[in-house]
T-cell receptor
Framework: GAVVSQHPSRVICKSGTSVKIECRSL??????MFWYRQFPKQSLMLMAT?????????EQGVEKDKFLINHASLTLSTLTVTSAHPEDSSFYIC?????????????FGPGTRLLVL | QKEVEQNSGPLSVPEGAIASLNCTYS??????FFWYRQYSGKSPELIMF????GDKEDGRFTAQLNKASQYVSLLIRDSQPSDSATYLC??????????FGTGTRLQVFP
Protein backbone atom coordinates (compact mmCIF):
# COMPACT_ATOMS: atom_id res chain seq x y z
CA GLY A 1 0.00 0.00 0.00
CA ALA A 2 0.86 3.67 -0.26
CA VAL A 3 2.89 5.40 2.45
CA VAL A 4 1.77 8.44 4.40
CA SER A 5 3.90 10.01 7.11
CA GLN A 6 3.01 12.38 9.90
CA HIS A 7 5.20 14.57 12.05
CA PRO A 8 5.51 14.88 14.97
CA SER A 9 4.25 11.60 16.36
CA ARG A 10 3.74 13.08 19.79
CA VAL A 11 3.65 16.62 21.12
CA ILE A 12 3.14 18.11 24.55
CA CYS A 13 2.50 21.82 24.78
CA LYS A 14 1.28 24.47 27.16
CA SER A 15 -2.22 25.87 26.92
CA GLY A 16 -2.39 28.83 24.56
CA THR A 17 0.37 27.75 22.22
CA SER A 18 -0.05 26.69 18.60
CA VAL A 19 0.95 23.31 17.27
CA LYS A 20 1.62 22.40 13.65
CA ILE A 21 1.24 18.84 12.37
CA GLU A 22 2.56 17.79 8.97
CA CYS A 23 1.14 15.06 6.75
CA ARG A 24 3.08 13.84 3.73
CA SER A 25 2.31 11.35 1.00
CA LEU A 26 5.66 9.70 0.29
CA UNK A 27 5.12 7.68 -2.87
CA UNK A 28 2.20 9.34 -4.59
CA UNK A 29 0.75 12.77 -5.19
CA UNK A 30 -2.36 13.49 -3.20
CA UNK A 31 -4.63 16.28 -4.33
CA UNK A 32 -6.93 15.44 -1.45
CA MET A 33 -6.02 14.75 2.15
CA PHE A 34 -8.21 14.42 5.20
CA TRP A 35 -7.76 15.28 8.85
CA TYR A 36 -9.40 13.19 11.55
CA ARG A 37 -9.49 13.35 15.33
CA GLN A 38 -10.02 10.42 17.63
CA PHE A 39 -10.64 10.57 21.36
CA PRO A 40 -9.89 7.52 23.52
CA LYS A 41 -12.21 4.60 22.86
CA GLN A 42 -14.21 6.64 20.35
CA SER A 43 -14.55 6.43 16.61
CA LEU A 44 -12.75 8.50 14.00
CA MET A 45 -14.19 11.95 13.50
CA LEU A 46 -13.54 13.71 10.21
CA MET A 47 -12.51 17.30 10.81
CA ALA A 48 -11.83 18.60 7.33
CA THR A 49 -10.98 17.79 3.74
CA UNK A 50 -7.80 19.38 2.48
CA UNK A 51 -7.54 20.13 -1.24
CA UNK A 52 -4.28 21.12 -2.87
CA UNK A 53 -4.30 24.73 -3.95
CA UNK A 54 -7.67 25.61 -2.46
CA UNK A 55 -9.34 26.19 0.87
CA UNK A 56 -10.11 23.26 3.10
CA UNK A 57 -13.67 22.10 3.62
CA UNK A 58 -14.53 21.79 7.29
CA GLU A 59 -17.11 19.48 8.81
CA GLN A 60 -19.96 20.93 10.79
CA GLY A 61 -18.91 22.01 14.26
CA VAL A 62 -15.19 22.25 13.46
CA GLU A 63 -13.81 25.78 13.90
CA LYS A 64 -11.82 26.71 10.82
CA ASP A 65 -10.06 29.56 12.64
CA LYS A 66 -8.87 27.20 15.34
CA PHE A 67 -7.80 24.35 13.08
CA LEU A 68 -5.89 25.92 10.20
CA ILE A 69 -5.24 23.67 7.24
CA ASN A 70 -2.80 24.38 4.44
CA HIS A 71 -2.31 22.05 1.49
CA ALA A 72 0.44 23.86 -0.34
CA SER A 73 1.78 21.00 -2.43
CA LEU A 74 0.67 17.67 -3.83
CA THR A 75 2.50 15.81 -1.08
CA LEU A 76 2.07 17.98 2.00
CA SER A 77 -0.83 19.13 4.12
CA THR A 78 -0.47 20.82 7.50
CA LEU A 79 -2.88 21.19 10.38
CA THR A 80 -2.21 23.95 12.89
CA VAL A 81 -4.07 23.84 16.18
CA THR A 82 -4.10 27.47 17.25
CA SER A 83 -4.25 28.55 20.88
CA ALA A 84 -4.49 24.95 22.01
CA HIS A 85 -6.40 24.10 25.17
CA PRO A 86 -6.57 20.90 27.20
CA GLU A 87 -9.82 19.89 25.48
CA ASP A 88 -7.89 19.80 22.19
CA SER A 89 -5.80 16.92 23.51
CA SER A 90 -6.50 14.05 21.17
CA PHE A 91 -5.09 11.71 18.52
CA TYR A 92 -4.92 13.55 15.20
CA ILE A 93 -4.68 11.38 12.10
CA CYS A 94 -4.33 12.41 8.50
CA UNK A 95 -5.10 10.37 5.44
CA UNK A 96 -4.30 10.87 1.78
CA UNK A 97 -6.37 9.74 -1.14
CA UNK A 98 -4.37 7.74 -3.64
CA UNK A 99 -5.28 8.90 -7.17
CA UNK A 100 -4.08 5.65 -8.70
CA UNK A 101 -6.47 2.80 -9.35
CA UNK A 102 -10.00 3.77 -8.38
CA UNK A 103 -8.76 7.03 -6.89
CA UNK A 104 -10.89 6.47 -3.81
CA UNK A 105 -8.63 4.60 -1.43
CA UNK A 106 -7.41 6.52 1.59
CA UNK A 107 -4.18 5.66 3.35
CA PHE A 108 -3.62 6.86 6.88
CA GLY A 109 -0.60 8.41 8.48
CA PRO A 110 0.59 7.02 11.83
CA GLY A 111 -1.10 9.80 13.78
CA THR A 112 -0.02 12.57 16.14
CA ARG A 113 -0.84 12.41 19.80
CA LEU A 114 -1.36 15.90 21.20
CA LEU A 115 -1.38 16.62 24.91
CA VAL A 116 -2.14 20.18 25.99
CA LEU A 117 -1.26 20.96 29.57
CA GLN B 1 -30.26 5.86 11.38
CA LYS B 2 -26.46 5.90 11.23
CA GLU B 3 -24.98 5.91 7.75
CA VAL B 4 -22.64 3.00 8.44
CA GLU B 5 -23.47 0.58 11.23
CA GLN B 6 -21.32 -2.01 12.91
CA ASN B 7 -21.75 -4.05 16.04
CA SER B 8 -19.26 -2.65 18.55
CA GLY B 9 -18.50 -6.08 19.99
CA PRO B 10 -16.32 -7.40 21.37
CA LEU B 11 -16.48 -10.37 19.07
CA SER B 12 -14.54 -13.18 20.71
CA VAL B 13 -13.33 -16.13 18.66
CA PRO B 14 -10.85 -18.90 19.42
CA GLU B 15 -7.55 -19.08 17.59
CA GLY B 16 -7.95 -20.88 14.28
CA ALA B 17 -11.64 -20.08 13.90
CA ILE B 18 -13.32 -17.88 11.29
CA ALA B 19 -14.16 -14.37 12.45
CA SER B 20 -17.11 -12.76 10.68
CA LEU B 21 -17.45 -8.99 10.85
CA ASN B 22 -20.53 -7.29 9.49
CA CYS B 23 -21.45 -3.81 8.31
CA THR B 24 -24.59 -2.23 6.90
CA TYR B 25 -24.89 1.11 5.15
CA SER B 26 -27.76 3.42 4.38
CA UNK B 27 -26.80 5.16 1.12
CA UNK B 28 -27.91 2.87 -1.67
CA UNK B 29 -25.79 4.80 -4.16
CA UNK B 30 -22.54 3.88 -2.43
CA UNK B 31 -20.02 2.34 -4.77
CA UNK B 32 -16.85 1.65 -2.83
CA PHE B 33 -16.34 -0.21 0.41
CA PHE B 34 -13.29 -0.54 2.60
CA TRP B 35 -12.15 -2.48 5.63
CA TYR B 36 -9.51 -1.01 7.93
CA ARG B 37 -7.85 -2.54 10.95
CA GLN B 38 -6.91 -0.37 13.92
CA TYR B 39 -4.75 -1.64 16.73
CA SER B 40 -5.11 0.10 20.07
CA GLY B 41 -3.22 3.39 20.05
CA LYS B 42 -2.41 3.17 16.35
CA SER B 43 -3.91 4.63 13.18
CA PRO B 44 -6.10 2.61 10.81
CA GLU B 45 -4.47 0.48 8.14
CA LEU B 46 -6.20 -0.66 4.97
CA ILE B 47 -6.97 -4.36 4.75
CA MET B 48 -9.21 -4.61 1.71
CA PHE B 49 -11.51 -2.74 -0.61
CA UNK B 50 -14.37 -4.08 -2.69
CA UNK B 51 -16.47 -2.48 -5.40
CA UNK B 52 -18.47 -5.30 -6.97
CA UNK B 53 -21.09 -7.63 -5.58
CA GLY B 54 -19.75 -10.96 -4.46
CA ASP B 55 -16.61 -12.09 -2.73
CA LYS B 56 -13.06 -10.82 -2.89
CA GLU B 57 -10.31 -12.86 -1.30
CA ASP B 58 -6.85 -11.77 -0.17
CA GLY B 59 -4.92 -14.30 1.86
CA ARG B 60 -6.86 -15.07 5.03
CA PHE B 61 -9.28 -12.22 4.40
CA THR B 62 -12.47 -12.32 2.34
CA ALA B 63 -14.67 -9.30 1.79
CA GLN B 64 -18.28 -9.90 0.79
CA LEU B 65 -20.55 -7.29 -0.72
CA ASN B 66 -24.29 -7.41 -1.28
CA LYS B 67 -25.49 -4.07 -2.63
CA ALA B 68 -29.13 -5.15 -2.77
CA SER B 69 -29.08 -5.79 0.97
CA GLN B 70 -26.67 -2.88 1.62
CA TYR B 71 -24.42 -5.21 3.48
CA VAL B 72 -20.66 -5.75 3.48
CA SER B 73 -18.75 -8.24 5.58
CA LEU B 74 -15.20 -9.29 6.31
CA LEU B 75 -14.25 -12.89 7.04
CA ILE B 76 -10.95 -13.71 8.67
CA ARG B 77 -9.97 -17.35 8.34
CA ASP B 78 -7.61 -19.11 10.73
CA SER B 79 -7.86 -16.20 13.17
CA GLN B 80 -4.73 -15.42 15.14
CA PRO B 81 -4.27 -13.50 18.40
CA SER B 82 -2.45 -10.87 16.33
CA ASP B 83 -5.74 -10.23 14.52
CA SER B 84 -7.17 -8.82 17.75
CA ALA B 85 -7.99 -5.21 16.89
CA THR B 86 -10.86 -2.93 15.99
CA TYR B 87 -12.10 -3.36 12.42
CA LEU B 88 -13.56 -0.31 10.73
CA CYS B 89 -15.94 -0.49 7.82
CA UNK B 90 -15.87 2.55 5.51
CA UNK B 91 -18.18 3.46 2.65
CA UNK B 92 -17.75 5.98 -0.14
CA UNK B 93 -21.16 7.41 -1.06
CA UNK B 94 -19.94 9.04 -4.27
CA UNK B 95 -18.35 11.97 -2.48
CA UNK B 96 -14.78 12.85 -1.59
CA UNK B 97 -15.21 11.45 1.90
CA UNK B 98 -15.31 8.02 3.45
CA UNK B 99 -18.03 7.39 5.98
CA PHE B 100 -16.72 5.21 8.79
CA GLY B 101 -18.59 2.90 11.10
CA THR B 102 -17.74 2.96 14.78
CA GLY B 103 -15.83 -0.30 14.44
CA THR B 104 -16.07 -3.84 15.79
CA ARG B 105 -13.59 -4.95 18.38
CA LEU B 106 -12.31 -8.45 17.67
CA GLN B 107 -10.66 -10.58 20.33
CA VAL B 108 -8.93 -13.80 19.29
CA PHE B 109 -8.06 -15.95 22.27
CA PRO B 110 -5.46 -18.75 22.26
Amino acid sequence: GAVVSQHPSRVICKSGTSVKIECRSLDFQATTMFWYRQFPKQSLMLMATSNEGSKATYEQGVEKDKFLINHASLTLSTLTVTSAHPEDSSFYICSARDPRGSGLTQYFGPGTRLLVL
Amino acid sequence: QKEVEQNSGPLSVPEGAIASLNCTYSDRGSQSFFWYRQYSGKSPELIMFIYSNGDKEDGRFTAQLNKASQYVSLLIRDSQPSDSATYLCAVNPNTDKLIFGTGTRLQVFP
